[in-house]
């Protein structure tokens, strides 16, 4: 289906500004379709279920109608219930964010009337709330209707179940008859046709029905996270999966930029892909995706469309998605070719509650998981070495080694036992004489480099599972230099030679000093001079 973007709809340049922070690039399906028809001034029934952006496609007309000057309320919505009712003021709120003079106020009960009368005596343009209270406040006059010109009936199916017809009769016939009326509802029984043809003229009709969407072999997990501590507990989770291939969402290609900023600095080799790239850049992106020099693929569910690699074992939700449907979209991402995939929804406050409508929508279960500690991560990493010390057990011949504990355990007061703790304490903590070493004073010699270059040795190679990307991102994030200044990267088994400019060399090995990656803390020295 052809997706149409919000800057098509002739929008005033606050509203764009406010869909944009929100995280907002094109339209769903509802909104492309009702926002122009409300816009126009028809009467309008839209079928959408919850989880498909209908908010934004009344709230939007409704903020591009209203008059600031006016201080009269000039339109309302009704909801079902209180939450619904303040989830939807905050959205309109945050789509009028940059609109000066616009008051928006929830109404419901359960909350003191006297506060309510008080905030609707200073002037409210959009007022949302329950049939009861509405109602409640329309028979005392705090709320005029004289210059009422929309109202929204969001989701009437539920108001009907909720027995709130009367209620919703009631308050119709308060507003002027010269009026838009637009009614959301999931479903269309014959009270709610009753109540469109006796109160709506004319009106249009726009069906969204969602596609039964099922997401079968993927493992789905969320953890509740505060927004400051995102990237950190990813970084864990990445760490602690270790998955070859990973896929984050954001809903903002200014988080994008952000996300692989930061994911860089931390030594992992991510790239961003978002709607403001060129061509050449997305296919440059892509391909180093496929064949894994680039291991995260930081992207916008705009930009992400087309992805399709077997390989990705985990997709992250570092933004909760705006519609249910992307959610499926975006993990049907992993668990390609009969693999099973992973992924990881992060969500703070009240966030859990969308949560909940997307796993009504798709019919899946998303488990609840604590944060890895430092302690988990430490834990992982111990046990790749242990595998890694396994490997070298059965494939190196270790005899000179032997020969040389035996003599120092013969020669000191310790066993080998300690001597194996020790030096396992010493691969996860890295090399601290080398981390702690100064480079102020150094000078390369020959080093075997290009002219302009040097020629550094890194004590890690292909059989730890590190790409060239890994190197390359790993220097670019921890010492800031550019990454198109690196030059050649020669990896062999076990150890690594890269090139980088020469009056960047000493920042270089001072930066990487006490870096890991991959989570394996490294040594990195000049290479042998010739």
Do not use: W
């Not at 619904?84 to 945050?94: C, G, M, Y």
């Amino acid at each position: 289906m052809e997706t149409v973007k919000f800057d098509e709809l002739n929008l005033q340049p606050q509203i764009l500004k406010g869909i944009r922070e929100m995280g907002f690039e094109e339209t769903t399906p509802i909104q492309s379709k009702a926002i122009p028809m409300v816009m126009e001034g028809l009467d309008v029934i839209g079928q959408a279920q919850t989880g498909t952006g209908k908010t934004a496609a009344f709230g939007i007309p409704l903020l591009m109608k209203v008059d600031p000057k006016n201080k009269k309320t000039q339109a309302i919505v009704l909801c079902p219930t209180r939450e619904l009712a303040i989830q939807v003021a905050e959205e309109i709120r945050s789509l009028a964010k940059y609109m000066h003079g616009i008051k928006i106020l929830p109404v419901y009960g359960g909350q003191d009337i006297v506060k309510q009368i008080r905030s609707l005596k200073g002037g409210t343009q959009i007022i949302i709330g329950t049939p009861g209270r509405i109602m409640d406040h329309l028979r005392r006059k705090t709320i005029k209707c004289e210059s009422v010109n929309t109202i929204v009936l969001d989701e009437a199916d539920e108001m009907l179940n909720m027995g709130f017809r009367e209620d919703i009769e009631t308050v119709l016939e308060y507003i002027p008859e010269e009026r838009q009326t637009v009614l959301f509802s999931a479903t269309m029984p014959k009270p709610i046709l009753e109540i469109t043809k006796k109160y709506q003229k004319d009106a249009v009709t726009i069906k969204v029905v969602k596609k039964e969407l099922t997401v079968p072999s993927i493992e789905q997990y969320y953890y509740d996270v505060k927004r400051k501590d995102k990237v950190e507990v990813l970084s864990r989770l990445l760490d602690v999966y270790g998955p070859k291939l990973s896929l984050v969402f954001c809903n903002t290609k200014r988080m994008v930029d952000e996300l692989v900023h930061a994911l860089q600095g931390r030594g992992y080799f991510a790239e961003g892909l978002h709607g403001d790239m060129k061509q050449v850049q997305r296919d440059r992106v892509m391909n180093n995706f496929r064949n894994g020099r680039t291991e995260i693929l930081v992207a916008t569910d705009v930009a992400a469309r087309g992805i399709d690699v077997d390989d990705v074992e985990a997709v992250f939700n570092f933004d909760l998605p705006q519609d249910d449907e992307y959610y499926v979209h975006r993990i049907g991402r992993t668990g390609r070719a009969g693999k099973t995939g992973r992924s990881f929804t992060f969500v703070k406050g009240k966030e859990v509650y969308k949560l909940k409508d997307i796993q009504r929508y798709c019919k899946t279960k998303i488990l609840a998981q604590k944060i890895p500690s430092m302690e988990d991560v430490e834990q992982v990493k111990l046990e790749k070495i242990m595998d890694h010390i396994d490997t070298v057990i059965e494939e190196e011949d270790l005899s000179a080694m032997v020969d040389m504990i035996e003599a120092q355990v013969n020669e000191a007061d310790y066993t080998t036992m300690d001597i194996a703790a020790a030096f396992l304490k010493l691969a996860l903590r890295g090399n601290e004489e080398s981390s702690s070493s100064s480079f102020e004073n150094f000078e390369f010699g020959d080093t075997g480099a290009e002219e302009g270059m040097v020629r550094l040795f890194i004590n890690i190679g292909k059989k730890q599972h590190v790409k060239p990307g890994d190197i390359l991102g790993a220097i670019a994030g921890e010492s800031g230099i550019p990454g198109r200044l690196v030059g050649a990267i020669d990896m062999y088994d076990k150890y690594t030679f890269v090139e980088v400019p020469r009056e960047y060399g000493k920042e270089i090995l001072q930066a990487m000093s006490d870096s890991k990656i991959k989570g394996k803390s490294i040594n990195i020295e000049p290479a042998n001079q010739k």
